[in-house]
Protein backbone atom coordinates (compact mmCIF):
# COMPACT_ATOMS: atom_id res chain seq x y z
CA UNK A 1 0.00 0.00 0.00
CA UNK A 2 1.01 3.39 -0.21
CA UNK A 3 2.83 5.10 2.35
CA UNK A 4 4.58 8.88 2.66
CA UNK A 5 6.69 8.83 5.94
CA UNK A 6 7.67 12.00 6.80
CA UNK A 7 11.22 13.71 8.78
CA UNK A 8 13.39 16.50 9.61
CA UNK A 9 10.77 18.59 11.59
CA UNK A 10 11.82 20.47 14.51
CA UNK A 11 12.41 23.34 16.78
CA UNK A 12 14.34 26.61 15.20
CA UNK A 13 14.70 30.46 15.62
CA UNK A 14 13.91 32.65 12.78
CA UNK A 15 15.82 33.04 10.91
CA UNK A 16 17.42 29.64 10.64
CA UNK A 17 17.00 26.60 8.17
CA UNK A 18 15.59 23.24 8.42
CA UNK A 19 15.03 20.14 5.81
CA UNK A 20 11.86 18.09 5.49
CA UNK A 21 12.13 14.45 3.89
CA UNK A 22 9.25 12.17 2.71
CA UNK A 23 9.97 8.75 1.80
CA UNK A 24 7.50 7.35 -0.45
CA UNK A 25 6.87 3.65 -0.93
CA UNK A 26 3.83 0.94 -2.75
CA UNK A 27 3.74 2.84 -5.50
CA UNK A 28 5.99 3.91 -9.42
CA UNK A 29 7.32 6.89 -7.64
CA UNK A 30 8.64 8.63 -10.60
CA UNK A 31 5.32 8.77 -12.22
CA UNK A 32 3.24 11.05 -9.55
CA UNK A 33 3.53 14.92 -9.12
CA UNK A 34 4.35 15.20 -5.11
CA UNK A 35 3.70 17.84 -2.51
CA UNK A 36 3.83 19.76 0.87
CA UNK A 37 1.29 21.34 3.03
CA UNK A 38 1.52 22.86 5.67
CA UNK A 39 -1.25 23.27 8.49
CA UNK A 40 -1.44 25.69 11.66
CA UNK A 41 -3.60 25.46 14.55
CA UNK A 42 -7.08 26.89 14.14
CA UNK A 43 -6.28 27.50 10.46
CA UNK A 44 -7.21 25.48 7.24
CA UNK A 45 -4.55 23.03 5.14
CA UNK A 46 -2.44 25.33 3.07
CA UNK A 47 -0.03 24.55 -0.27
CA UNK A 48 3.62 25.07 0.58
CA UNK A 49 4.80 23.42 -3.12
CA UNK A 50 4.72 20.79 -5.39
CA UNK A 51 6.87 19.17 -8.30
CA UNK A 52 6.15 17.61 -11.18
CA UNK A 53 7.94 14.27 -13.21
CA UNK A 54 9.57 16.29 -15.11
CA UNK A 55 10.86 18.24 -11.78
CA UNK A 56 8.79 21.30 -12.77
CA UNK A 57 8.21 23.24 -9.57
CA UNK A 58 5.31 25.38 -7.85
CA UNK A 59 5.20 27.49 -5.11
CA UNK A 60 2.75 29.43 -2.26
CA UNK A 61 3.44 32.78 -2.63
CA UNK A 62 4.28 33.21 0.94
CA UNK A 63 7.53 30.82 0.71
CA UNK A 64 8.65 31.76 -2.35
CA UNK A 65 12.78 32.86 -2.60
CA UNK A 66 12.51 30.75 0.64
CA UNK A 67 11.93 27.32 -0.02
CA UNK A 68 12.67 25.18 -2.11
CA UNK A 69 11.20 21.77 -3.00
CA UNK A 70 13.23 18.51 -4.69
CA UNK A 71 12.81 14.78 -5.33
CA UNK A 72 15.14 11.94 -5.47
CA UNK A 73 13.50 9.51 -8.42
CA UNK A 74 15.95 6.85 -7.72
CA UNK A 75 15.64 7.08 -3.51
CA UNK A 76 11.81 7.52 -4.02
CA UNK A 77 12.15 10.81 -1.37
CA UNK A 78 10.87 13.94 -1.47
CA UNK A 79 12.10 17.11 0.11
CA UNK A 80 11.79 20.52 1.62
CA UNK A 81 14.78 22.92 2.05
CA UNK A 82 13.55 25.31 4.34
CA UNK A 83 15.33 28.75 4.74
CA UNK A 84 15.03 32.05 6.18
CA UNK A 85 12.24 30.76 8.40
CA UNK A 86 9.22 32.92 10.12
CA UNK A 87 7.44 32.43 13.23
CA UNK A 88 4.86 32.33 10.66
CA UNK A 89 5.65 29.44 9.11
CA UNK A 90 4.94 27.21 12.41
CA UNK A 91 2.57 24.29 11.73
CA UNK A 92 2.67 20.51 10.39
CA UNK A 93 3.83 19.57 7.81
CA UNK A 94 2.52 17.61 5.24
CA UNK A 95 3.93 15.17 1.79
CA UNK A 96 1.24 14.36 -0.30
CA UNK A 97 0.85 12.27 -3.62
CA UNK A 98 -1.08 13.37 -6.25
CA UNK A 99 -3.99 11.74 -6.65
CA UNK A 100 -3.67 10.84 -10.41
CA UNK A 101 -0.22 9.60 -12.70
CA UNK A 102 1.51 11.83 -15.11
CA UNK A 103 -0.34 15.05 -13.86
CA UNK A 104 0.74 18.09 -13.17
CA UNK A 105 0.20 20.14 -9.91
CA UNK A 106 0.17 23.49 -11.14
CA UNK A 107 -3.02 24.67 -8.75
CA UNK A 108 -1.64 23.25 -5.73
CA UNK A 109 -5.08 22.72 -4.74
CA UNK A 110 -5.11 20.03 -1.74
CA UNK A 111 -7.99 18.35 -2.83
CA UNK A 112 -5.99 16.88 -5.88
CA UNK A 113 -4.32 14.93 -3.56
CA UNK A 114 -4.61 11.03 -3.19
CA UNK A 115 -2.49 9.86 -0.18
CA UNK A 116 -0.92 12.07 2.83
CA UNK A 117 1.97 11.53 5.03
CA UNK A 118 1.34 11.59 8.88
CA UNK A 119 3.02 14.97 9.30
CA UNK A 120 6.38 16.22 10.98
CA UNK A 121 6.20 19.30 13.20
CA UNK A 122 8.47 22.62 12.39
CA UNK A 123 8.28 24.97 15.13
CA UNK A 124 9.83 28.46 14.52
CA UNK A 125 10.02 31.03 17.73
CA UNK A 126 11.12 34.51 17.03
Known amino acids: QVQLVESGGGSVQAGGSLRLSCAAS????????MGWFRQAPGKAREAVAAIDTDGRTNYADSVKGRFTISRDNPKNTLHLQMNSLKPEDTAMYYC????????????????????WGQGTQVTVSS
Open 26 to 33: GYTYSIYA
Open 96 to 115: ARHGSYGFRWSTLRSGDAGY
